[in-house]
């Protein structure tokens, strides 16, 4: 067992076919050695079944029918430049799980699926990822990952992170020692790194950036957060993050960074704000430096320069209201961005009229078109 010592080289592995029982036992066993969980040696492996591309699809359609953000939010999303137009954002992210996912640990049925898009069965890679499947059904018999928890749109990225973060841990530990080389000779910060800077790239001109960042940028964000507290010190380190986790998405894109923590006070201390005068709260959510990055590379183009802006972010709202039950909802965004101004991309927003506008601390957004409603938002909704 290697709980504690991360630098203890992972038993011998060798690539083996997953859809044998014969090897997911195999991997079954070596990924709960090496997670240092062992509880029963007698417990079965989830099944592994293989999909074609259009049986994950109709999986997908069938066990993702809700989204965790709610389609409430679509108008919102929308205009914010984040969403497709006509698009709902549970059929993008379901769209989005059909499109990319290689295999899924289904937590609603305790199953492994493979989806055959023509890669080979027996290789480093293919075993890695059942390491990597195993490791979300670990993580359901410790967590249940089937609980319903409400949580904001910055939250849900931070969950997504630490359980896709410590399956990419297991996942490349276990590729290393099938090809030879020590957990510390892996180059952790270059792999994730470059991951993250692949996914970015396509982050502007993904006209559903709000599915593309919170689907696809957990992975290396979590990774690399995961992996440096799996070096520091193995399975106790990593349980450290999940009983400490990061505070959101701004945590994750400053440690992957090497930049230090910083100080969020409390800036928005009246999440729920008053009902301005006419109109009725419907939703509020917080969107998180992630999102905000989002919209940035959406709105002004140059993925670094949002990048940087976003990572001023120290807090934010997103209010949904209603005016009355007859006209459409009403997006009102507040972000406490102190240091946004000092950016290249706050340089550009200095003296805007239309939102997003600069107002004070905050970086502030809305959708509504009659200026004296917007007056009455904003004094509401000013939260200081
Ligand atoms: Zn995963």
Not at 126 to 144: I, S
Not at 195 to 214: K, N, Y
């Amino acid at each position: 067992m290697i709980a504690g010592c991360g630098g203890a080289p992972p038993q011998a592995i060798d690539p083996c076919n997953i859809v044998e029982p014969a090897c997911q036992r195999k991997v079954f066993v070596a990924l709960e050695a090496l997670r240092g969980q062992l509880w029963d040696p007698w417990l079965s492996p989830p099944r592994v079944e293989v999909l074609t591309p259009d049986q994950h699809a109709r999986r997908v359609e069938r066990e993702l029918g809700g989204s965790v953000v709610s389609s409430g939010w679509n108008g919102s999303l929308q205009n914010l430049g984040v969403l497709a137009r006509g698009v709902d954002v549970g059929d993008a992210d379901r769209g989005w799980y059909i499109d990319k996912v290689l295999a899924v640990y289904w937590y609603q049925l305790g199953r492994v699926s493979i989806v055959d898009r023509g890669a080979p069965f027996d290789d480093v890679d293919a075993t890695a990822t059942l390491f990597h499947e195993y490791a979300h059904a670990a993580q359901d018999r410790d967590l249940n990952l089937g609980a319903a928890v409400a949580v904001t749109t910055d939250q849900e990225i931070v969950r997504t992170a630490l359980i896709e973060g410590e399956a990419m841990v297991y996942d490349r530990l276990a590729a290393a020692a099938m090809t030879g080389i020590a957990p510390r000779d892996f180059d952790w910060d270059g792999y994730f790194r470059t991951w993250l800077v692949r996914e970015r790239a396509g982050t502007a001109t993904d006209p559903s950036a709000h599915v593309h960042v919170r689907r696809a940028l957990p992975y290396p964000l979590g990774g690399s957060l995961m992996a440096r507290a799996w070096l520091r010190g193995g399975r106790t380190g990593i349980n450290h993050v999940f009983f400490a986790p990061p505070r959101g998405s701004l945590d994750l894109m400053l440690d992957i960074e090497d930049r230090a923590g910083v100080a969020l006070r409390p800036s928005l201390p009246c999440a729920g704000g008053r009902h301005p005068e006419g109109a009725r709260i419907v939703d509020r959510d917080s969107l998180g430096a992630a999102i905000l990055y989002a919209f940035l590379a959406r709105n002004f183009g140059n993925d670094e320069e949002a990048w940087q802006a976003a990572l001023t972010w120290r807090g934010d709202v997103l209010w949904l209201l209603s005016e009355d039950r007859t006209r459409a909802a009403i997006t009102f965004w507040k972000v406490h961005a102190p240091d946004l101004r000092a950016t290249v991309v706050g340089r550009r927003l200095e003296g805007r009229v239309v939102p997003p506008v600069l107002d004070g601390e905050h970086l502030l957004f809305w959708d509504a078109a009659d200026p004296a409603l917007v007056e009455r938002m904003r004094a509401a909704l000013a939260c200081e």
